[in-house]
């Protein structure tokens, strides 16, 4: 029900530990399970060149990188994302699912790392020439909550990860922020719900976009 094209387009947003790995993939399982095609990608990453920047911009090791740096790998992999999967994916009429867009950068870097959430939302645009999502989940989380969340798989914290709470409490007032002045574009839910709560309010809001595009019935 995009404008731009006729795939409708969802992206999944919050601070660290949040849960929207689990909450795609819960929505991803319902919508394929009503006959949809459906298209689950993530960032950064979601093509060669983007999970080679992944692993440049979040693995330790490589020194000290600038923020001015980091914005632009984000948004260099969040380029190659865009051209080559979603759009294409939203060309053929599919629903696309991502864990994390332009909003994690202008909270992250935007406002985390203090660059102005307008300079990174300029280079975002212009990177993904403009395509939005139809609606994005923001799954508020606590800080606290989620680094408890995301240290007690043990699998140790990346360098945005392990950032201090400081820096994940700005990121947080970014999201709800980013939430607060279009809010009919987003779906703003507290992490701390049960799993299938969040997920039901979720599929809820998504069949109402899907009955407004005429392509199930409400
Ligand atoms: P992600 O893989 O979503 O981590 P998790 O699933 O553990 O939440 O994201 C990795 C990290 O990259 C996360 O700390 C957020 C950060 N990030 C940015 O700082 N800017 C961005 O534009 C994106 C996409 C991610």
């Known amino acids: 029900m995009t404008t731009q094209n006729p795939g409708l387009f969802i992206a999944f947003e919050g601070g660290d530990g949040a849960g929207k790995s689990t ?23 979601g093509t060669p060149i983007g999970e080679k920047l992944r692993s ?70 212009w990177a993904t020439s403009g395509l939005q999502p139809d609606l994005t989940v923001l799954l508020d989380v606590d800080p606290a909550v989620g680094r408890r969340r995301r240290t007690a798989g043990d699998t140790g914290e990346d360098r945005l990860e392990s950032e201090a709470d400081e820096f994940h409490t700005k990121i947080r007032t970014a999201f709800l922020d980013l939430a607060a002045a279009r809010p009919e574009k987003y779906l703003v839910l507290a992490a701390h719900l049960p799993v299938e709560e969040l997920a039901a309010r979720i599929l809820e809001r998504v069949e109402s976009l899907l009955s407004l595009s005429g392509r199930v019935n409400a």
């Open 56 to 125: 440049l911009v979040l693995d330790h090791g490589h020194g000290h990188i600038d923020a001015h740096t980091e914005a632009l790998i984000f948004a260099a992999s969040r380029a190659a994302h865009a051209g080559q999967v979603i759009r294409p994916a939203l060309d053929r009429g599919e629903i696309v699912l991502t864990d994390r867009y332009i909003d994690s950068s202008v909270a992250y870097q935007g406002a985390g790392r203090d660059l102005g959430t307008d300079a990174v939302r300029t280079i975002n645009e």
């Open 23 to 45: 909450q795609a993939a819960e929505l991803f399982r319902a919508l394929e399970s009503r006959g949809l095609k459906v298209l689950r990608t993530r960032e950064p990453g």
